[in-house]
């Protein structure tokens, strides 16, 4: 499949942010779309590190926005989390122009990235995720925050699903400059590890309601899911002792 690729400002927040548009050049109907979210832990890298498997989507028929965003040491948590919510609104406000079908956007990250789409998914419409200009049909740039930033989908390559855990790891494991980093973000290490607005799995009520609801150990009135086993590699033996949950299950929520 042929495609085309458009670099232009999405969003201007105080500074100029950029996107790269992956698509299809030619299409019969509107195309699902994934909102690519680099990582870098939550200070380093651009959009262009993912361009590789970016333009790979867009070859199987996915509209792909690939997008810059805020981040530390100028930008604090969460003020990543709110463009990337802000890219989801500027999606559906600009779908037409996109070829973009507004029911059907997701989000794709890996690592901090992952963490980021899987906060704003989870979190869309809160408050703390709104206020980003976004570039409008008309040329302006405006917060347009009465539009959802809700997603049908994610996904989320090697997250960091608990920023807490990875940041107490980083601490014994003497990895200081992923520390540091964390740091960087999150202001000092009380937020990463206190502040339920940072863990994207671990202080969701509504993961937490999905896990007391699913999997075969909920089916057998045992104590549900560790909150840490959602986001892991898949492994059959963990289903079938209930400590994940299935494919069908994954398939059901969706």
Known sequence: ???????????KPGIDLAATIYRPKSASKPLPVLID????????????????????????GIVVVSIDFRQSPAFKHPTSSAD???AVRYVRLNAKSLNADPDRIG???????AHLALLAALRPD????????????????????AISAAVNYVVAMWPVSDPAARYRYAKRANLTRLAEMTDLYFADEAIVTTN???????????ILGILASKSRRAERGEDPIKEHLL???????????????????VQDIL
């Open 1 to 11: 499949v042929a495609t085309e690729e458009t670099t232009l400002t999405w969003a």
């Open 37 to 60: 979210v680099h990582g870098g832990a939550w200070g380093s890298g651009d959009r262009t590190g993912d361009r590789l498997y970016c333009a790979e989507l867009a070859k199987s």
């Open 84 to 86: 990337v919510a802000a």
């Open 107 to 113: 989000l794709i990250g890996s690592s901090s990235g």
């Open 126 to 145: 809160v408050q703390q995720h709104k206020g980003t200009p976004i570039l409008g049909p008309d040329g302006a740039y405006a917060p347009h925050d």
């Open 196 to 206: 339920p607005e940072v863990s994207s799995v671990r202080d969701s009520d509504r």
């Open 231 to 249: 986001l892991t590699r898949y492994c059959p033996t963990r289903v079938n002792r209930g400590d994940m949950l299935s494919v069908q299950d």
